[in-house]
């Protein structure tokens, strides 16, 4: 019985940001004049902070870089026939509309025609010299490609941005607060300290269900 496989991921090139939405984009949801800039430096920190969030809730990296996939003994997790699928994804076309992708098994590169990629997915499947559906059986497997978008979803970048708006309106404000009167002066009422104001809103929940890994 051979040891489980495993998989290393590495960023061979990376993006110059992950930042999901612009400076001007967040200022425009905010109405702010464009012509301000003494805000940028606020609004990159939390431009930062809830892009990175988003790419951990979804597994995954929206904006494209290069990767390698290390994969070790792969025959140990997968039926013979079944995908292998890349660490990060959609696979680009380049200019010609061939993926961005090849494979080396146990120091070979492989031929192209033997194997073929779902780009939207990551999704590889490996073929035999005659064309028939066959195994990944290599030791030592090597997926060198891009994955990610040259522009971000539109609905990725409007969940970025509506969870930016909440946190820049409740920045100074207690966010267990939840109402307060003034009529012998004031009454104020908290929530108890269960969930944090910076947690991530149901309605961009939502919006990112469809982008979150599905698989292992």
């Given at each position: ?147 990610g978008y040259d522009v971000v979803p539109s609905d990725v970048q409007g969940a970025a941005l509506e969870w930016l708006t909440g946190r820049w309106f409740a920045i100074g404000q207690d ?42």
């Open positions: 019985m051979w040891p489980r496989g495993y998989t290393i991921t590495r960023v061979i090139t990376p993006a110059t940001s992950l930042a999901l939405v612009t400076v001007d984009q967040a200022k425009t949801a905010l109405g702010i004049d464009p012509a301000d800039t003494s805000q940028d430096a606020a609004l990159q920190s939390i431009i930062d902070s809830v892009s990175s969030a988003i790419n951990n809730y979804c597994d995954r990296v929206f904006v494209r870089q290069t990767y390698r996939d290390q994969i070790r003994s792969v025959c140990t997790w997968l039926d013979w026939g079944e995908e292998l699928m890349t660490r990060q994804w959609p696979i680009p076309l380049d200019n010609t509309g061939v993926p961005v992708l090849t494979v080396t098994e146990d120091g070979t590169l492989v031929d192209p025609s033997l194997w073929e990629v779902n780009v939207e997915t990551g999704a590889l499947w490996r073929f035999d010299d005659a064309s028939n559906l066959s195994g990944w059986t290599a030791s030592l497997t090597l997926i060198d490609y891009d994955a966010p267990a607060l939840r109402s307060e009167t003034i009529p012998d002066v004031i009454a104020s009422t908290w929530d108890k300290p269960t969930t944090s104001g910076s947690s991530l809103p149901a309605t961009v929940r939502d919006w990112l269900a469809p982008y979150r890994r599905s698989f292992v």
